[in-house]
């Protein structure tokens, strides 16, 4: 279900995805399309950030296989791979007395030869994802005295820095408040705007996914119940279908985006 | 730190190194040194210093060097402070292989059939044996830092097993130079040594030259450090490589010398910061300056017992641990 | 369960007649009974009722007053790996023993057996403390890395104190090295009282127990007295490993297993496992017993060496199964 004239980047064909001994999605297929925000959404333990990882080649294909620009993940080295796709996880870690700077600094990995120090590329990138991110004046600070939403901009300025065509970003807004979460979706939306990146995103909230995303996928159990536009797909019948609650979907003031209300969880009988 | 402060290391562990040179049976003052340093002292000085002292500080310095950069070579793979050298079972390995050699290479006299040069390749392969099966044995899809420290420690506890039967089992004499050896001493010391821990350190320099950035990148969690094209896996199974390899050339030479692998990464890091670059420097420059002052107050304060120098790294080493830890509040790697 | 039950006793009782039946000389069946229940003068009889009988005694004790510290530390600690020996706790026992003998040569049995459970409460709370600095909280990892650091200081501390005191050099050689035999046996009746001293206790708060493997903050809403309990069931843990050590010298790996042994037969509630792992401390320490007779024939091994051989495959296969419920 994918635009036809938009070209995919990231092809998943039939692939098959899970831990130790179970799986987590099967004969999964799924392409992401190139210069566009796609939002993955689902209820818990659907497959979403699952999903994601395998997309990036940090999780094994059981089954089926993963294509970047039509090579199979698994045959780009480290750091050729890291120069297409970076990724953001859900519980990223440092020292807590690095600093904003140095973390930043790390996501030019990819980029740096070997014994070289930083290069006049390099510390542009930086300065530019500080920028980007609202975080200079912050730069000399170590990471343990940061706020929460400070902290998360500055894995972002780390993942900008990073310069990859391609992002990845696992629930970025989880411990945010409205204002910070609103400052990231603001932000994924300029680099795809304006930056031309393709950018994946693993979304709780449906609203902030109306609100950022040109596409949505919804998954549920492992498989993917619909794939299309925001409009067409955050519908109250499908939305019912995948999330078991009963909404009501309004028109945003001011634009043409779905604003969902949700009303109330399915009674077990009604649900699918 | 301030410069003064940076500075002190690298000048503290020379003049440790001079007075180790000095100090021993006889007293021998500066001048004299260097005199027999340049060939011009007296014959008996020479003899002296050549063949005795030199050997036996450069040896002191060099394991103590290996040991601290393979202390902090497993601290950042494992991304634990608290991490060391003696927990892999190398160190107890390395005592199973240096009794495995004597028992096969002695006739019914009780004495060694084969040249005791020997004995640094028994340890080395024992520490290997070892080393290999905790390895083996923790690696399920990857490697857990729990399962590898108590796999390290359960091996640990089977080769000292091993070990305290073996030393009851053959005759006394041997029991004790195992003992000795095991303690962890130093003076033993000849040039023959001086070398294999000089090519062990030639072989590790250009590996560890290529880890420091990716050991840099290894402070990140893993999959952050994935995404921004670490190899993960084999910058921990290469560190854990060399470290296992530094650890079990020390330990063949001067025994079961503990806490330097501890101590001297994270002073380094008080110093010189976490940069793995300028660390693994400090570390090495006071592993070095630790072990030479170990054994000079050996030599100097306890003589004529031979306290194993071991035991002295062991108890200054851990209370200036703790201190360190209280002072920090909370150590990292 | 049941059959966990029957077949631990049945075990322990075997290796109990094993542990008469065999050594240097065998005897039949026959003789041993008759050793056992006859008042006779015979070389058979003196061998087995005062040379095999008390050490098998001790090794019964022993065992099961380190399975149950094992157990008790393993959960207040609420760590799988916890246990006398990995942590410190033993060799924080024996070096106050070396320091008593070196200080004070003539001290009687109970002295000694005090001051070896103060040293290992000591170690324990040394332990833990490192831990928790190094860390900001007590990880399994942390505790493992600290206990082994702790144990390492302790025992360099021990090399010095022998090197330093010759005269006690052999006597503590002797008693390091850890047998069941040739021990005094006014000793044992100092641990029988101290093991079911700790085993009142451990069964009086049983419930308890069970309730501090939440967290913290839930048994307390639960009205548990977190801090008190555990520090309460670590100083009986300290005590019946320190009489152990005092008695039998440091023993490893008894405490880790036997806790681990009895939560693969099912148990989950202290009820059953406090039970279940004295049963299994009292079947390890008798084998060990048995196998420290014969691995160095006619040399008696130690009952420490014996025991890291025995406990190492057990705890190799315990993790490689996945069954140290590890996190």
Redesign the interface.
Known sequence: MSESHVPPVITVESASVGYGEALVFRDLSLTIPKGQVTALCGPNGCGKSTALKAM?G?LPTRAGQILLDQTPIGGWG??A???QI????Q????????RVRDLVA??R??H?A??RTLSQEDSAAIETALEATDMAALSERPLGALSGGQLQRA?LA??VA?EAPVIFLDEPTNHLDIAHALNVLDLVRHLSQTGGKTVVIVLHDLNMAARVADRVVLFRDGRIAADGAVADVLTEARISAVFDIACQVLTRPGSALPLIVPLGPLPQARRG | MTLTAKAAAPVGVLLIALFAVAIGSSFMPLDRVIAALLGAGSRADGVILWNIRLPRVLLAALSGAALAVAGLLLQRATRNPLAAPSVLGIVDGAAVGVLVFFLIFSNEANALVVSVHWQPLAAIGGALVFATTVGVLAWQDAVSPLRLLLYGVAMAAFANAIVTLMLIAGPAFRACLALIWLAGSVHTADWREVGLLSLAWCLALPVLAVLIRPLDQLRLDDQSAQSTGLNVARTRAAALLVSVLMTAAAVSVVGGIGFVGLIAPHAARLLYGSGAGPQMAGAACLGAGMVMASDLLVRAAFQPLEVPAGAVTALIGAPYFLTLLIREGHAHV | MRVAWLGGICACLALAGLGLHLGVRVYAPGQVWAALTQDGRDTASIIIRDLRVPRMALAIVVGAALGLAGLLMQSVTRNPIAEPGLLGVNAGAAFAVVVLITLAPGASFVTLALVAAFGALTAAVLVFGLAYAAGGRVSPVQVLLAGVTVAALLVAGLQVLIILNEAVLEELLFWLSGSFADRPVTGLWLAIGALTLGVALALAFSGALDVLQTDAATATSLGVPVLRLRFGMLAVAALLAGVSVALAGPVAFLGLVAPHLARLCGAVRHRDLIPLSLIFGVALGLAADLVARFILFPTEAPISAVMALLGVPLLVTLLRRNRLLLA
Do not use: D, H, T
Request: glycine share 6%.
């Open positions: 990036r940090l480290a750091k791979l890291a120069r970076a990724i953001l996880g519980s990223p870690s440092a020292p807590q007395e690095m790390l996501g990995y990819s740096r070997a014994f894995w780390m993942v990073q």
